[in-house]
Nanobody, 125 residues
Framework: QVQLVESGGGLVQAGGSLRLSCAASGRTIGNVGMGWFRQAPGKEREFVAAISRRGDSTSYADSVKGRFTISRDNAKNTVYLQMNSLKPEDTAVYYC??????????????????WGQGTQVTVSS
């Protein structure tokens, strides 16, 4: 079992930045891909970013490309999401996820077996 705990969310003005962290415990996440997803009120959970197990491959949703950066530190069992140039439409609960087996940067929710509890990000206009 893997436990994931997100942190770093909060309230920020449009154009600002936040850095989310996802700390894993229970077992190493160094052999699986990791992802970030988000869910706004009344909407389905959507893919944001993913990173391969070694960090040599990443994938982003078109809506965040060029503004968000996913990274990982396997020695610390932690994944990060740097969010710059934030927009009000980025407001959502952000979830970290660990793949069941996939080592690549998957955009598919079905590839992820473990999820954190989420952290709220609110961007004011």
């Amino acid at each position: 079992q893997v436990q994931l705990v997100e942190s770093g969310g909060g309230l920020v003005q449009a154009g600002g930045s936040l850095r989310l962290s996802c700390a894993a415990s229970g077992r190493t996440i160094g052999n699986v891909g990791m992802g970030w997803f988000r869910q706004a009120p009344g909407k389905e959970r959507e893919f944001v970013a993913a990173i391969s197990r070694r960090g040599d491959s990443t994938s982003y949703a078109d809506s965040v490309k060029g503004r968000f950066t996913i990274s990982r530190d396997n020695a610390k069992n932690t994944v990060y999401l740097q969010m710059n140039s934030l927009k009000p439409e980025d407001t959502a609960v952000y979830y970290c996820a660990a793949a069941a087996r996939a080592a690549y940067a998957s955009e598919l929710k079905g590839d992820y077996a473990y999820w954190g509890q989420g952290t709220q990000v609110t961007v004011s206009s």
